[in-house]
C-alpha cells in the first residue's frame, strides 16, 4: 500500500517557490505548461543551477524518485531516471559546478551519477569502495563532499 506522502488530493499543493532576499516570490513552480499536470509529488532537495535551471529531487513513492531539470521560466526541460543501474533510482541530493553539470547521489546503487547540462548521462563518479551509500553532496570549486547513511564524509578535490 502506498504511502497518505503520495497521494496527491484535488486540494493538496507540491510546489517550490523562488524568493528574493526580501522573501517575495518571484516564480512559483507547480504544473507543467498545461496549467494542470503537476510537476511534483514530494520535492526534497533543490538547487539552482548557474544556466539559472532549477534542478530538484522529486520523492515518487517510498522506494523510487527521479530529477527534474526545470527552466527559469517553468518549462520541464528533462526527467533523468538514471543509468546502469542494479536497483531502481532513488537520488538523494544534487549539485551543480561552475559548467553546469549535474552530480546527482543514488545511494541505493551505491553511485554518483555526473550529467552534462542538458541532462544527458556522462559517467558515474567514485566507486563503491571510495563511497558507499552516498546520500549527500556538497560541492565549493574542486572539492566535492559526499557523506553517506551512517554521517562518514570522504572529501575529493579535482587536482587537475
Not at 91 to 102: A, E, F, Q, T
Not at 124 to 130: A, F, K, Q, S, V
Request: proline content about 3%; aromatic content about 6%.
Amino acid at each position: 500500500m502506498e504511502s497518505e506522502d503520495f497521494k496527491l488530493e484535488s486540494s493538496s499543493r507540491r510546489l517550490l517557490r523562488h524568493l528574493s532576499l526580501k522573501g517575495d516570490v518571484i516564480k512559483e513552480y507547480e504544473y507543467l505548461e498545461d496549467n494542470q499536470t503537476r510537476l511534483f509529488i514530494q520535492p526534497v532537495r533543490v538547487t539552482q543551477n548557474r544556466n539559472t535551471h532549477v534542478c530538484v529531487v522529486n520523492r515518487t513513492s517510498e522506494t523510487t524518485s527521479e530529477l527534474l531539470i526545470i527552466s527559469s521560466s517553468g518549462h520541464l526541460m528533462f526527467i533523468y531516471l538514471g543509468q546502469d543501474l542494479t536497483n531502481g533510482f532513488r537520488p538523494n541530493d544534487v549539485v551543480c559546478d561552475s559548467l553546469c553539470n549535474i552530480t546527482v547521489t543514488d545511494p541505493d546503487n551505491n553511485l554518483i551519477h555526473l550529467l552534462n547540462p542538458d541532462g544527458d548521462f556522462l559517467k558515474h563518479l567514485l566507486t563503491e569502495n571510495e563511497v558507499k551509500t552516498p546520500t549527500s553532496l556538497s560541492l565549493c570549486k574542486s572539492t566535492l563532499w559526499v557523506g553517506n547513511e551512517i554521517g562518514i564524509v570522504k572529501v575529493f578535490r579535482n587536482m587537475a
